[in-house]
Every structure is written in structure tokens, then in C-alpha cells.
């Protein structure tokens, strides 16, 4: 089942705050964030798994809320390198092969 | 630094040629993934392999076939290339964590931009 990213694509100007949400209609064990520039590869930005917990990684950070089966990205202050495509990938089980969405894309104006 | 490398950034191939597209990493990770990205559709995972000579299907594994003789090459295969096969093809590994086989980072490589005419 794949995760339903929201939105599918953001427009903010240097210094705005933005959120990314990934939800899933199963329960999940964990969900990942990576980050894709435009021609280059995922890069990988937190793991988060069950048990509600947030990450933080710079000024980008993440929940995780089991009970609504969703996660949701933090970027606070935005720079002009968080411009990218975000995608979370999530997996039921322990031992699942993980599931992307299908990305959100965020421009950062300056 | 963890390295994936991928055998070509660009390739163009012919309807129903053999196509191979090779996947190296430099860093003893058990697990290697081959992805197709598409625009619109995110990461879909065609194959992945857990240990060498051992493969797994994917969501989207119709028309693809994989090699994984050596632990740090995982190579995926179109036997006859077909037009709904153009993509980028994305090769990722990852180690297996303390906290399960697949609960860890994945490491992408550049990806390969296969064009079937």
C-alpha cells in the first residue's frame, strides 16, 4: 500500500516554514524521509519508528503519530538547498520492504 | 562515504534488445534495491536482494529479471526491452541494522536514464 504524500508540490520563499505529510490506511512500523535534488540521487534525512517519536536533523525535523498512521515532515526557515523533491517511504513490519509515495516537491524562492 | 556506482548515467537501447544495468557498492552491504522512478508515480521497487544468489520481487517486478553473484554487484536485467520501460532506474543498498534486515538507511546511487525507442 502505498503512502499518500501531501502536498504534491510546495512554493515558499527563503525563511518560510513548510510541512510535508505522509500517511498511510495501515498501521506502520516505520517510516523514512529522503530528500532528492534534481539530478541526483535520494539522499536519506531520518528514520522514524513506532512509538511516536520526533526527530530533528538541522532545522528539519519529523513525527511520528501511530495512531493516525501518519508523519509529518517539519522545515523550519527554509534555505534555498532544501529545494528537492521529499519522499517517505514506510514499512508495515519489521523485516517489510520499505514502500515510497510519490514524492513532494518544494521550490524554495529566494 | 558509502558508495553506490551505477554502470551508466545514459543509456538508449532498441525495442527487445537485452538490457543489463550493473550496480556496484564499495561499503559490504547485505541489501541492494533496483527502483524505478517515474514522474508522478515516486520509488517503485522492482527487485531487491537480502544476500548474494538471493532475490525478491518487488511491486513492480513484470519484465525485469536480477543477478547477484558477488555481495557488492546486484544487477537488474530487461530481457526484451519494451517502450514502458523507459525510466530512471535507481540502484540503492543498505546494511543490515541492529534494529532489523531492512529498518536502515538506503544508499542511492546516481541513477541510470534508460530511453527504449
Known amino acids: 500500500q502505498q503512502p499518500v504524500q501531501s502536498p504534491q508540490a510546495v512554493i515558499l520563499r527563503e525563511g518560510e516554514d513548510a510541512v510535508i505529510n505522509c500517511s498511510s490506511s495501515?498501521?506502520?512500523?516505520?517510516v523514512h524521509w529522503y530528500r532528492q535534488k534534481h539530478g541526483e540521487a535520494p539522499v536519506f534525512l531520518m528514520i522514524?519508528?513506532?512509538?511516536?517519536e520526533q526527530k530533528g536533523h538541522e532545522k528539519i525535523s519529523a513525527s511520528f503519530n501511530e495512531k493516525k498512521q501518519q508523519s509529518s515532515l517539519y522545515l523550519t526557515a527554509s534555505q534555498l538547498s532544501y529545494s528537492g523533491t521529499y519522499f517517505c517511504?514506510?514499512?508495515?513490519?519489521?523485516?517489510?520492504?520499505?514502500?515510497f509515495g510519490k514524492g513532494t516537491r518544494l521550490h524554495i524562492l529566494p | 562515504d558509502v558508495k553506490v556506482t551505477q554502470s551508466s548515467r545514459y543509456l538508449v537501447k532498441r525495442t527487445g534488445e537485452k538490457v543489463f544495468l550493473e550496480c556496484v557498492q564499495d561499503?559490504?552491504?547485505?541489501?541492494m534495491f533496483w527502483y524505478r522512478q517515474d514522474p508522478g508515480l515516486g520509488l517503485r521497487l522492482i527487485y531487491f536482494?537480502?544476500?548474494?544468489?538471493?532475490?525478491e520481487k518487488g511491486d513492480i517486478p513484470e519484465g525485469y529479471s536480477v543477478s547477484r553473484e558477488k555481495k557488492e554487484r546486484f544487477s537488474l536485467i530487461l530481457e526484451s526491452a519494451s517502450t514502458n520501460q523507459t525510466s530512471m532506474y535507481l540502484c540503492?543498498?543498505?546494511?543490515?541494522?541492529?534494529?532489523?534486515?531492512?529498518?536502515?538507511?538506503?544508499?542511492f546511487g546516481p541513477g541510470t536514464r534508460l530511453t527504449v525507442l
Open positions: 540503492a543498498s543498505s546494511s543490515l541494522g541492529v534494529t532489523g534486515v531492512s529498518t536502515d538507511t538506503q544508499y
Open positions: 495501515k498501521a506502520l512500523y516505520s
Open positions: 522514524l519508528l513506532k512509538g511516536g
Open positions: 517511504g514506510t514499512e508495515m513490519n519489521r523485516d517489510d520492504k520499505i514502500i
Open positions: 561499503m559490504d552491504h547485505e541489501n
Open positions: 536482494s537480502y544476500d548474494v544468489k538471493m532475490k
